[in-house]
């Protein structure tokens, strides 16, 4: 199976003793991908953590369509991103939400997090503030703010883009636990086969 990685940290180490995995630092949307891999992974939230001056709705399809191009027939493709059926309880808040915080091995403490959300529903469109703040172990600080905005991809836009290019549903799970989608489900994690 060949396999194929964007940017992963410390992603050489981790795969020195595997023969079959090969990996290069890419841009999801403007590189190629290649045309024969079996599966190909879209998870992490990264339909919601494009960087990018497209439209971020297209973006989004975009994914979709490499990933169909990139498979060989039979092959399959694996979503897994952040999903509710009322993203308008999920996207409406002031207040400060800690997305990640942590200290790394050179004790760097990081913290990043999103404030001032507010969701469109006709438009599907997020807006946000994403604040980002690290700490060095010297004493130095530094900060940034972001003002975002991101399209959230329902459930019924992923099926919509799966379905004209090329890929069928296998399997649909609305958590890590494989439970179905419905009123508590937290992630869209979709298992798609191409034609």
Not at 157 to 184: I, R
């Amino acid at each position: 199976m060949k396999t194929c990685f964007g940017k992963f940290r410390k992603i050489s180490e981790k795969v020195k003793a595997l023969d079959n995995i090969a990996w290069q630092k890419a841009d999801a949307l403007t590189d190629e991908w290649g045309s024969d891999f079996e599966v190909v992974i879209i998870a992490g939230n990264l339909l919601f953590n494009l960087v990018t001056e497209m439209d971020y709705m297209r973006a989004q399809e975009l994914l979709f369509e490499k990933a169909s191009k990139a498979l060989i027939p039979g092959g399959y493709l694996y979503i897994d991103y952040a999903y509710t059926m009322h993203p308008e309880n999920w996207f409406n808040y002031a207040e400060e939400k800690i997305i990640f915080e942590g200290t790394d091995l050179k004790g760097n403490v990081g913290k990043m997090s999103l404030s001032s959300s507010s969701y469109d529903s006709a438009s599907g469109m997020v807006k946000f503030l994403r604040k980002y703040v690290i700490s060095t172990p010297d004493g130095e600080v530094i900060e940034k703010e972001v003002a975002s905005m991101k399209h959230y991809a329902t459930l019924e836009q992923s099926h919509m883009w799966l379905e004209k290019y090329g890929l069928t549903v296998e399997e649909q799970y609305g958590d890590y636990q494989l439970h179905p989608v419905g009123e508590d489900t937290y992630r869209a994690i979709l298992i798609a086969k191409k034609k």
